[in-house]
């Protein structure tokens, strides 16, 4: 007799998941959350806003995945799914209300998915945001056992007046830098090129925990800046690097003058930049280098952005010139 297990797909093993992660998952809970998990579809009341404009982004941990599968490191995946949406809903002042995952795999292994989903709870606590629902699918015949594919969605919420979108920005305002954590979750074909054998040294560890060092959140940072100066620009530097992200938000007729000497460039990605032979340029192109966001703010504000961050330090300034961005 056939049965849906004899197909490739085990319910109960879906079960075990949801029994790994409830108790988990809850905690992230807030009073806004009116369900619990298991319902059809997630509920998440607004209250407190004049004028709210919901600000959603989705978004996956891409290649990265390859890393953590070979490697058998999955705690830090989950926290790369939630980072690399939330950062991008922070680049308007917006908070993140609630989060949701979908999971896709080959043959679902319940400790492997409750390890991803961790990741997911722990970095929605960091952010003060709630993981209400996902979706776990097992697909035999589309992927592989052992293959796995991580997804998120996000949503934000910000009032309308408050809505940062690069309008502001003038010409003499200054761009600040925050660190990024490593490659975050961009660039990884290329990556995975140059570094094949993910359990070779490097700095004295294997070098897939340097390659998994998750990315980086930055809605605490944001909200500290937010609570102390105004914040004419902000943008998430992920896949294009410094050259396609910072564009999105100068208005026509300025530019970002940002001197490259003065980017912090870590070690593994100078690394990654001699050993594959690759051009500065196309490094700038594909990688953060290093600057995880960046932060457009007035002159006479840029002093107390600093000293609100730690790490951040000054790259460049706003100009006047038909070009959006000039490293030089």
Same mark, same amino acid.
């Given at each position: 007799m056939n049965t849906y297990k004899s197909a490739g797909v085990d319910k109960e093993e879906g079960y075990k998941t949801v029994e790994k992660i409830k108790t988990a998952v809850a905690e992230?809970?807030?009073?806004?959350? #009116?369900?619990?998990?298991?319902?059809?579809?997630?509920?998440? &009341?607004?209250?407190?806003?004049?004028?709210?404009? #919901?600000?959603?982004?989705?978004?996956?941990?891409?290649?990265?995945?390859? /890393?953590?599968?070979?490697?058998?490191?999955?705690?830090? *995946?989950?926290?790369?799914?939630?980072?690399?949406?939330?950062?991008? *809903? /922070?680049?308007?002042?917006?908070?993140?209300?609630?989060?949701?995952?979908?999971?896709?795999?080959? %043959?679902?292994?319940?400790?492997?998915?409750? &390890? /991803? /989903?961790?990741?997911?709870?722990?970095?929605? %606590?960091?952010?003060?945001?709630?993981?209400?629902?996902?979706?776990?699918?097992?697909?035999?015949?589309?992927?592989?056992?052992?293959?796995?594919?991580v997804a998120g969605f996000c949503v934000g919420i910000v009032e309308k007046e408050q809505i940062i979108d690069g309008s502001k920005i003038r010409k003499g305002d200054k761009i600040i830098a925050l660190p990024s954590s490593g490659f975050h979750s961009n660039g990884f074909s290329l990556v995975r090129k140059i570094f094949p054998d993910f359990n070779e040294e490097f700095e004295g560890k294997p070098i897939h925990e340097t390659l998994l060092?998750?990315?980086?959140?930055?809605?605490?940072? *944001?909200?500290?800046?937010?609570?102390? *100066? &105004?914040?004419?620009?902000?943008?998430?530097?992920?896949?294009?690097?410094?050259?396609?992200?910072?564009?999105?938000?100068?208005?026509?007729?300025l530019c970002a003058k940002i001197e490259e000497s003065k980017i912090k460039v870590p070690s593994i990605m100078l690394e990654l930049e001699k050993r594959g032979n690759i051009d500065r340029m196309e490094m700038h192109g594909t990688f953060n280098m290093g600057v995880g966001m960046v932060v457009i703010v007035a002159a006479e504000n840029s002093q107390k952005a600093l000293e609100s961050v730690d790490g951040a330090y000054e790259i460049g300034e706003i100009v006047q010139d038909s070009e959006k961005i000039i490293l030089m």
């Open positions: 992230t809970h807030n009073k806004n959350v #009116l369900n619990n998990l298991g319902s059809f579809g997630a509920f998440y &009341e607004i209250g407190g806003y004049k004028n709210p404009v #919901l600000v959603s982004g989705t978004d996956g941990v891409g290649t990265k995945l390859k /890393v953590a599968l070979d490697s058998k490191k999955y705690d830090s *995946i989950g926290i790369d799914c939630f980072a690399m949406c939330a950062n991008d *809903i /922070v680049c308007h002042g917006a908070k993140p209300l609630f989060f949701l995952d979908y999971l896709a795999c080959g %043959k679902l292994d319940s400790e492997i998915a409750a &390890e /991803v /989903v961790m990741g997911m709870v722990k970095a929605c %606590k960091d952010n003060e945001c709630a993981l209400i629902g996902g979706e776990t699918a097992e697909m035999p015949g589309m992927y592989n056992p052992g293959d796995y594919d060092i998750p990315t980086k959140l930055y809605y605490q940072d *944001i909200k500290k800046l937010m609570s102390n *100066i &105004e914040i004419h620009g902000i943008a998430h530097i992920t896949g294009g690097g410094l050259i396609e992200n910072v564009p999105r938000i100068i208005p026509n007729g």
